[in-house]
């Protein structure tokens, strides 16, 4: 039985290219830290937009190819923005065609299954609730060239756990 309180993505195939981005480091350029942040701002600031978060809040990145991620916790809310194919499997049971740009509700042991991006490279997943993340330089947002950011600066990866805080 797990804990009540533990909250967590579990990343089941990483994709691609699978970071963790917010809207960058501002002001570091003269020390040599590039700005980073999302690479498509309008569909990272609407994933947000769509779920009423703070438009700085972070999101999952991913490219061509995304994750597969299995939820473990108390129920929330996501959204996938861009050109993007994906499917929510509901408890290993029922399938959903998902649709971007709209927000379902997830619950304990779904899967959302990003397939791929289709006319574009980048899409987006917004959580409802605050993924715990650590900030480098004022910023959540991962540059792997540079090796900073969340995660220690590297895309995510199979079988990593993305812990998620669940306000109520």
């Given at each position: 039985m797990r804990e009540s309180n533990?909250?967590?993505?579990?990343?089941?195939?990483?994709?691609?290219?699978?970071?963790?981005?917010?809207?960058?480091r501002n002001n570091l350029n003269h020390i040599g830290i590039?700005?980073?942040?999302?690479m498509d701002k309008r569909n990272y600031l609407i994933a947000n937009a769509l779920l009423k978060k703070d438009l700085k809040s972070p999101v999952i990145e991913f490219a061509y190819q995304?994750?597969?991620?299995?939820?473990?916790?108390?129920?929330?809310?996501?959204?996938?923005?861009?050109?993007?194919?994906?499917?929510?499997?509901?408890?290993n049971k029922n399938s959903?065609?998902?649709?971007?740009?709209?927000?379902?509700?997830i619950q304990d042991n779904d899967k959302i299954d990003i397939l791929s991006t289709?006319?574009?490279v980048y899409g987006y997943m917004s959580v409802s609730e605050?993924?715990?993340?650590?900030?480098?330089?004022?910023?959540?947002?991962?540059?792997?060239?540079?090796n900073i950011g969340s995660n220690d600066?590297?895309?995510?990866?199979?079988?990593?756990?993305?812990s998620v805080d669940h306000q109520n």
């Open positions: 533990i909250n967590f993505f579990d990343v089941q195939r990483a994709g691609v290219n699978t970071t963790f981005q917010d809207n960058g590039p700005i980073g942040g999302a995304g994750p597969l991620l299995r939820y473990v916790g108390k129920k929330i809310f996501i959204t996938i923005t861009g050109d993007v194919q994906f499917q929510i499997i509901k408890n959903i065609t998902g649709e971007t740009y709209k927000v379902y509700e289709n006319k574009s605050n993924l715990i993340l650590d900030e480098s330089w004022g910023s959540i947002s991962i540059n792997t060239k540079a600066g590297n895309k995510l990866i199979n079988n990593q756990k993305i």
